[in-house]
């Protein structure tokens, strides 16, 4: 069965870094577009960034642009979102997504940006 886990929060202050890693099994990894989301807390989930099967980031949101990388291993089956100058606002549960036929959902990995 298809399973995501999510991998690398905590908690950090401003202008640090994470690197965010989701470690997937059951499926054929490398055909699938993998994406980034979060949900911070009395908000609606959103979309992080997007990676095509081959490498290609899309979908990054307006605001994480240059701040974020979305990035896949596809000999490891894992994605990664390397997170730089992380602000209060990036803080928030992230999730790990991958849509096959419906959209699978790792359990989420807590990230808080608290000086």
């Known amino acids: 069965q298809v399973q995501l886990v999510e991998s690398g929060g905590g908690l950090v202050q401003p202008g640090e870094s994470l690197r965010l890693s989701c470690a997937a099994s059951?499926?054929?990894?490398?055909?699938?577009?993998m994406s980034w989301y979060r949900q911070a807390p009395g908000k609606e989930r959103e979309l992080v960034a997007r990676?095509?099967?081959?490498?290609?980031?899309?979908n990054t949101a307006d605001s994480v642009k240059g701040r974020f990388t979305i990035s896949r291993d596809n000999a490891k089956n894992t994605v990664y979102l390397q997170m730089n100058s992380l602000k209060p606002e990036d803080t928030a549960v992230y999730y790990c997504?991958?849509?096959?036929?419906?959209?699978?959902w790792g359990p989420g990995t807590q990230v808080t940006v608290s000086s």
């Open positions: 997504n991958a849509r096959i036929i419906r959209d699978y």
């Open positions: 990676i095509t099967t081959t490498g290609g980031s899309i």
């Open positions: 059951g499926f054929t990894f490398s055909r699938y577009l």
